[in-house]
């Protein structure tokens, strides 16, 4: 599919719209809750790049805390600025992937058990972070050491403007690396992939190998989403950066949000932080498991109801009838069967 110049264009002036939100002076909690939702939306985006291919991932709160305990781990005992620190954690968090993947993908694991590998996987990160009190603070968390004044930008210890943008900067670079892979082969085998592991060997696609490309990717994003965070956070705690919530809370957004479209993980993500919040301010200390009963609840209405996301319910809505649908929308999940029109085209 040839690039027109609207399709650069349109991102473009987007990104640059938003990129002057921090200009407007708004008030720092919506900054706040701003930068989070870009951050989570980033890592939403990078667990929907394994997950539209049916490589379903409960453990990508690993990869947030490999990349972000390795950032602050080197500027706390060696001296290392971030600005190295977190290109460092995110080449951790890839090498996690691979470690994690290619003996699963070689050995056939799939489906519900690859899931439980990577929730196992997840757990033992979260256990080996809590282990290791001595360095990491345990379950009590760490917090990067502070730098002065003059030397905050070196250290990554930037106003909440400079986290915008950028957060908004690798939450790009998520949204691009999405557009590469869904217009590149590695799409079309994995899709081949999805549908028939054996069919796709037998015609010559290497199936382990093109697995693990997208699973590197992604934990190479999620590992930069949790580096971020933690640097923005100037906290690292394993329950909120290693722990099975988090990864549940990306698994959440990206569901929600809607997996098979380019923006469906950011409207999750959108979806998610104003949940949270909601529940927070409606329920405070008084229900304390009310927002993991409450996203377990709505998890599972929209895998019943709602398999392709917000987004697939609001393209829907956009389409017209009677219009035929281009094919690039149409496209869905692995397996779905095409719904003709209701209507012919009209004349």
């Known amino acids: 599919m040839r690039t ?20 407007l002076g708004p008030p720092d909690y919506f900054m706040h809750l701003a930068i989070t939702t870009i951050l989570v939306a980033l890592a939403c985006t ?20 490999v990349a972000a305990y390795s950032m602050a781990l080197l500027w ?34 799939v489906g519900h058990y690859f899931a439980l590998v990577t929730l196992a ?8 972070i809590t282990a290791l009190r001595s360095i990491t603070g345990g379950s ?13 930008f070196a250290a990554m210890q930037m106003s909440k403007a400079g986290f915008w943008w950028l957060g908004l900067l690798a939450w790009a670079c998520g949204l691009l690396a999405w557009r590469l892979l869904d217009r590149s082969m590695t799409s079309k085998a994995l899709a081949a992939v999805a549908e028939d592991e054996d069919a796709a060997a037998s015609i010559g696609i290497r199936v382990a190998r093109e697995k693990l490309k997208v699973t590197l990717l992604s934990a190479a994003l999620a590992g930069l989403a949790g580096g971020l965070t933690a640097q923005y956070r100037m906290y690292l705690n ?75 319910l609001l393209e829907r809505r956009r389409r017209r009838p009677g219009h035929d649908v281009p094919a690039a929308v149409a496209r869905g999940a ?10 012919p085209p009209r004349a």
């Open 46 to 65: 990078a667990w929907a790049l394994m997950g539209r291919f049916g490589i379903v991932s409960f453990g990508h709160g690993a990869f947030l805390g």
């Open 238 to 312: 394993p329950e909120t950066l290693s722990g099975l919530g988090v990864s549940l809370q990306i698994v959440f957004g990206a569901i929600a949000g809607g997996m098979y479209s380019l923006i469906g993980p950011t409207i999750g993500a959108v979806f998610t932080i104003g949940l949270d919040e909601t529940l927070r301010i409606g329920f405070g200390t008084q229900f304390i498991g009310a927002a993991p009963l409450i996203y377990g609840l709505l998890l599972v209405l929209f895998v019943l109801f709602l398999p392709r996301g917000i987004a697939g």
């Open 76 to 109: 706390n005992l060696q001296g290392i600025t971030p600005w190295i620190g977190l290109p460092v954690g995110v080449a951790l968090a890839a090498l996690a992937g691979a470690l994690l993947g290619w003996p699963a993908f070689r050995l056939r694991v």
């Open 4 to 23: 027109t110049t609207r399709d650069i264009a349109l991102p473009l002036l987007v990104l640059a719209a938003l990129a002057c939100l921090p200009l």
């Open 140 to 152: 009590l968390g760490m917090t990067p050491n502070q730098a002065p004044p003059a030397e905050a």
């Open 121 to 128: 996987a997840g757990e033992i990160v979260r256990i080996l």
């Open 334 to 343: 692995p397996g779905d069967v095409a719904v003709p029109a209701t209507e």
